[in-house]
């Protein structure tokens, strides 16, 4: 048999070390699952921020995963972690938040995962607000990462406004204009006049923040998991009789219970519709026509009304069970999402609030709130007043079921099966079971 030769073995040798070369070049950026919610524009821009940090260094890659809608994607998230195979970061909505504190072999608290990774960290540079919302209630530790914050808003076709006769610069700014104006655009020839999303988080969270109301006792729960709901109260069975009354008369239409109002907004089909200011992105991607932004209405005849908006939107969790590469990698790209300037343009291009104090600062410096006005609604309504104890936010379990239990609740009003009263009362009765299960449950 032939030997081998010298410059065989030496061309053998070389080929080895540049298949080595290869190899470690490609495992040197330590890959990072992100799993979010956020799709169309929202999407484009997570996968923007992504790649911009992964051009920033070499070290680490973060892969952003749609996962659907912000329910789906929480069961994918702790379908994966019970599976062994969890993302590093998971986005999760913020009635998912005492869900998450819960789960706390399955969590690994952000302020840890930054001091272990020994990057600085200043929880203070937060808007208050904001992080309170994802804050240990007895350290006040971020446990997860601010990341999409929002309120409800009103937007409004100014084109249909003119239409109508009404003044395009002057949204609605009590429950009564918003039924006026309503009333004007159907009589113009609009299939619809007025409509809202999310009428849980919109009608009945922050309507009653926005009127001074508790929607839970104990601080809506951040003083203990044995919270009461108490959101059917006088003022808000009002609330739902007056939108029961526009349904019936015509001028608020009911589209469904998520997002469906956004295309129904930027369509063109109503004129008047409640969502949350994170559907800016989309409304700017899609309308032809142009429309603004006014802040959530309240009953001119509460006393203490307008008090202040409680955020909607999602943070950012990371999960428990990587390594420490992976957990410095995730301290970088956090520590990335929260800089000035990325914050400021996630915040410019969204709609979605400013997390930190820093990125609404420049983002006032670089003259767009002068440019795009509207754009600041979202943040002087959370700045609107100093929160009251019950005011700050909901922290109470199993939010994302008692979510759904009213949302079938209020369509046996939309349909006129039942009065709101009822539907109230039921929700109420149905949530305190799903809260008395999760208490004990962490008990």
Same mark, same amino acid.
């Given at each position: 048999?032939?030997?081998? #030769?010298?410059?065989?073995?030496? &061309? $053998?040798?070389?080929?080895?070390?540049? /298949?080595?070369?290869?190899?470690?070049?490609?495992?040197?950026?330590?890959?990072?699952?992100?799993?979010? #919610?956020?799709?169309?524009? *929202?999407?484009?821009?997570?996968?923007?921020?992504?790649?911009?940090?992964?051009?920033?260094?070499?070290?680490?890659?973060?892969?952003?995963?749609?996962?659907?809608?912000?329910?789906?994607?929480?069961?994918?998230?702790?379908? $994966?972690?019970? %599976?062994?195979?969890?993302? %590093?970061?998971?986005?999760?909505?913020?009635?998912?938040?005492?869900?998450?504190?819960?789960?706390?072999?399955?969590?690994?608290?952000?302020?840890?995962?930054?001091?272990? %990774?020994?990057?600085?960290?200043?929880?203070? @540079?937060?808007?208050?607000?904001?992080?309170? !919302?994802?804050?240990? #209630?007895?350290?006040?530790?971020?446990?997860?990462?601010?990341?999409?914050?929002?309120?409800?808003?009103?937007?409004?076709?100014?084109?249909?406004?003119?239409?109508?006769?009404?003044?395009? =610069?002057?949204?609605?700014?009590?429950? @009564?204009?918003?039924?006026?104006?309503? /009333?004007? *655009?159907?009589?113009?020839?609009?299939?619809?006049?007025?409509?809202?999303?999310?009428?849980?988080?919109?009608? &009945?969270?922050?309507?009653?923040?926005?009127?001074?109301?508790?929607?839970?006792?104990?601080?809506?729960?951040?003083?203990?998991?044995?919270?009461?709901?108490?959101?059917?109260?006088?003022?808000?069975?009002?609330?739902?009789?007056?939108?029961?009354?526009?349904?019936? =008369?015509?001028?608020?239409?009911?589209?469904?219970?998520?997002?469906?109002?956004?295309?129904?907004?930027?369509?063109?089909?109503?004129?008047?519709?409640?969502?949350?200011?994170?559907?800016?992105?989309?409304?700017?991607?899609?309308?032809?026509?142009?429309?603004?932004?006014?802040?959530?209405?309240?009953?001119?005849?509460?006393?203490?009304?307008?008090?202040?908006?409680?955020?909607?939107?999602? #943070?950012?969790?990371?999960?428990? +069970?990587?390594?420490?590469?992976?957990?410095?990698?995730?301290?970088?790209? *956090?520590?990335? &999402?929260?800089?000035?300037?990325? $914050?400021?343009?996630?915040?410019?291009?969204?709609? !979605?609030?400013?997390?930190?104090?820093?990125?609404?600062?420049?983002?006032?410096?670089?003259?767009?709130?002068?440019?795009?006005? +509207?754009?600041?609604?979202?943040?002087?309504?959370? &700045? =609107?007043?100093?929160?009251?104890?019950?005011?700050?936010?909901?922290?109470?379990?199993?939010?994302?079921?008692?979510?759904?239990?009213?949302?079938?609740?209020?369509?046996?009003?939309?349909?006129?099966?039942?009065?709101?009263?009822?539907?109230?009362?039921?929700?109420?009765?149905?949530?305190?079971? *799903?809260?008395?299960?999760?208490?004990?449950?962490?008990?």
């Amino acid at each position: 048999m032939k030997q081998p #030769s010298l410059r065989t073995f030496a &061309l $053998a040798g070389v080929g080895a070390a540049l /298949a080595l070369g290869m190899s470690t070049s490609a495992l040197a950026a330590t890959e990072i699952q992100f799993w979010h #919610s956020m799709e169309s524009a *929202l999407g484009d821009r997570v996968n923007q921020i992504a790649a911009d940090f992964n051009a920033s260094q070499s070290d680490y890659k973060i892969v952003p995963i749609y996962k659907g809608n912000y329910e789906q994607g929480l069961a994918a998230g702790i379908a $994966a972690f019970r %599976a062994g195979n969890a993302p %590093a970061i998971l986005q999760v909505y913020e009635v998912g938040t005492a869900t998450m504190i819960g789960a706390k072999k399955a969590v690994k608290p952000v302020w840890q995962v930054m001091k272990d %990774a020994g990057e600085t960290f200043d929880e203070k @540079a937060f808007v208050p607000a904001i992080a309170g !919302y994802y804050a240990d #209630s007895k350290t006040n530790h971020l446990i997860s990462m601010p990341f999409n914050s929002s309120t409800p808003v009103l937007y409004y076709n100014k084109d249909a406004f003119k239409k109508a006769g009404l003044d395009p =610069n002057t949204p609605p700014k009590t429950w @009564a204009d918003v039924n006026a104006a309503a /009333a004007k *655009l159907k009589a113009s020839g609009m299939s619809c006049g007025f409509t809202m999303g999310w009428q849980g988080w919109t009608q &009945l969270e922050n309507y009653s923040a926005w009127h001074a109301l508790p929607y839970a006792t104990k601080d809506n729960g951040f003083g203990g998991l044995d919270a009461k709901l108490e959101f059917n109260g006088p003022q808000q069975v009002k609330h739902i009789q007056f939108l029961a009354d526009m349904a019936k =008369n015509g001028t608020f239409t009911y589209v469904g219970r998520k997002d469906e109002v956004t295309s129904k907004f930027y369509s063109g089909d109503c004129g008047i519709a409640m969502t949350t200011s994170g559907a800016l992105a989309n409304i700017g991607k899609y309308a032809k026509f142009s429309y603004g932004v006014g802040m959530m209405p309240y009953d001119a005849d509460v006393k203490g009304a307008p008090q202040n908006a409680i955020i909607g939107g999602a #943070s950012l969790w990371v999960l428990a +069970g990587k390594s420490a590469t992976e957990y410095k990698g995730v301290a970088k790209f *956090l520590n990335y &999402l929260a800089s000035p300037p990325v $914050a400021a343009k996630w915040h410019q291009d969204t709609g !979605y609030l400013p997390v930190t104090k820093a990125a609404y600062e420049l983002t006032e410096k670089q003259g767009f709130y002068a440019k795009n006005p +509207g754009a600041d609604t979202a943040i002087k309504q959370m &700045l =609107n007043k100093d929160p009251l104890p019950y005011t700050r936010g909901l922290r109470l379990g199993n939010m994302p079921q008692i979510r759904t239990v009213v949302d079938e609740e209020l369509e046996g009003v939309w349909s006129g099966k039942q009065t709101p009263k009822a539907a109230l009362d039921k929700a109420v009765e149905r949530g305190n079971d *799903l809260l008395a299960r999760f208490a004990k449950q962490g008990s």
